[in-house]
């Protein structure tokens, strides 16, 4: 029988993430200190990000990062995930292509968001921090970081996107059973929330949204720290356990991917399973493509404008030199609520601009109809998120049939999607347009 599923033994799970940024040809421009406009420093971040964070943001040099031991051994509650050879799909596809998927939805909380939010609240809590709040939209980082916080003793509030607190009622509950207290945003807790609603009192929320008023909160409460859970640098760096275990488990199966692809909202699951194969395109000289599937009415990456941007509405951040539709986008009601964000990192950012990745829009209806398609194909339910890297993978096989090629595709599924079957209902009963 042929082997599909690809596990690695404890004993092999990778004990560094890899910083993509020291092997870069052109490094990322500097992000900016707002007031002063010159290069951010690792103490401008000090007010609003733990320590070890801040540094790891700013970290140009080191390629290999220590992952601490004890968020290790964490992580060998559910890692390595498995990677799998979706002979299914190949053959509802009819498709010559190897494709597999490494699946992340198989975290506890059913979405790779978990790596990022244990780094984080480990290093929080090394620090002495008590408090921590952060943003959410779908609720996925959220709940990711609710468990963490949880799991090392710390505090978590959360900020979430109004329209997702009212289409997803169950991530707010798995928030609140992990002792999290959970907000609607924008909200009048904070000035920020306030600002907003009295220019817009019928304002939905978008991530950017929620960001300015968990920074609000961080700033404002003594021994809190704020936690991002995807465009910035460190946060991609966590991620890239993922690459670094799917490279491994490749190898078990014999291959070496022709394409990777991810869903891209701030870019941290695209970073995490891409970065460790890029390096090889970097250093070795292998031609891996690398493609970031974002929805076509939210489309930073082929339509957005490189140029420094804040990542939040009330421009409270860093300025970031991104591709980015405007901190004020406010981006269309979509289900995949974690990729209504108006930006993309500084690292994914720079390597589009220098040609070493590519992007594919897909429409909301595609992306559903290809989560439908992988589910009958291989059991798993997609967050409506990963549904688009699925999309964008079905048009890669769909290539191989035509041309006959035998290429391996690697995508990743992101999360999985039981906590979003209103979003499938609509989708099943013809009621969404586009
Ligand atoms: C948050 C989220 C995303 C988008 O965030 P990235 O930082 O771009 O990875 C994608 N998929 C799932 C399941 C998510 O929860």
Redesign the pocket.
């Known amino acids: 029988m042929k082997q599909k599923r690809f596990i690695l033994p404890e004993s092999e799970i990778p004990t560094q993430w890899y910083n993509i940024q020291a092997d870069m040809k052109t490094k990322p421009m500097p992000m900016l200190n707002p007031q002063t406009r010159q290069p951010l420093t690792a103490e401008d971040l000090y007010p609003i990000f733990c320590k070890e964070c801040s540094q790891q943001e700013l970290n140009t040099t080191d390629a290999w990062i220590d992952i601490p031991e004890e968020v290790l051994e964490k992580y060998c509650y559910y890692r390595s995930t498995p990677l799998v050879r979706a002979y299914g799909l190949e053959k509802a596809l009819g498709t010559p292509a190897h494709i597999y998927f490494k699946n992340?939805?198989a975290s506890p909380i059913?979405?790779?968001?978990l790596n990022s939010a244990l780094a984080q609240a480990y290093y929080c809590k090394q620090e002495g921090v008590t408090h921590v709040t952060t943003e959410t939209?779908?609720g996925?980082?959220g709940a990711?970081l609710s468990y963490a916080t949880k799991v090392f003793g710390i505090e978590c509030a959360v900020y979430q996107v109004k329209v997702s607190y009212e289409q997803k009622p169950y991530r707010r509950s798995i928030m609140q059973v992990f002792g999290a207290q959970v907000t609607p945003s924008p909200s009048m807790s904070t000035r920020a929330g306030k600002d907003i609603l009295t220019a817009n009192p019928n304002h939905q929320g978008s991530l950017g949204t929620a960001i300015s008023e968990a920074i609000e909160l961080a700033r404002m409460t003594p021994n809190c720290k704020y936690a991002l859970?995807?465009?910035l640098n460190h946060?991609?760096l966590h991620?890239t356990i993922i690459g670094l275990e799917a490279e491994k488990q490749m190898e078990m199966a014999g291959e070496y991917p022709d394409v990777v692809i991810?869903?891209?909202?701030?870019?941290?699951?695209?970073?995490?399973i891409s970065f460790p194969f890029m390096r090889h395109n970097i250093l070795d000289g292998k031609k891996t493509r690398f493609v970031a599937a974002e929805p076509d009415n939210c489309p930073k990456l082929s339509q957005g404008k490189f140029e420094y941007d804040f990542a939040d509405e009330a421009g409270y951040t860093p300025l970031m030199p991104m591709f980015t539709l405007g901190h004020k986008f406010q981006p269309a009601l979509i289900h995949?609520?974690?990729?209504r964000?108006h930006g993309a990192?500084v690292i994914v950012s720079q390597l589009l601009k220098d040609g070493l990745m590519e992007v594919a829009d897909i429409s909301q209806i595609d992306s559903f109809s290809a989560g439908c398609l992988f589910a009958k194909a291989e059991g798993i339910i997609p967050?409506?998120?990963?549904c688009h890297?699925i999309a964008a993978a079905i048009q890669e096989a769909n290539k191989c049939k035509e041309s006959g090629e035998e290429k391996v595709i690697l995508f990743n599924l992101?999360?999985?999607g039981l906590v979003d079957m209103a979003a499938y209902d609509q989708y099943l009963s013809g009621a969404m347009m586009r």
């Open positions: 992340e939805s059913g979405s790779h968001k939209g779908a996925q980082w990711a859970g995807s465009v946060v991609s991620q991810a869903c891209f909202g701030g870019g941290s699951n695209f970073a995490g995949a609520g974690g990729l964000f990192g967050a409506p998120e990963s890297a992101s999360g999985h």
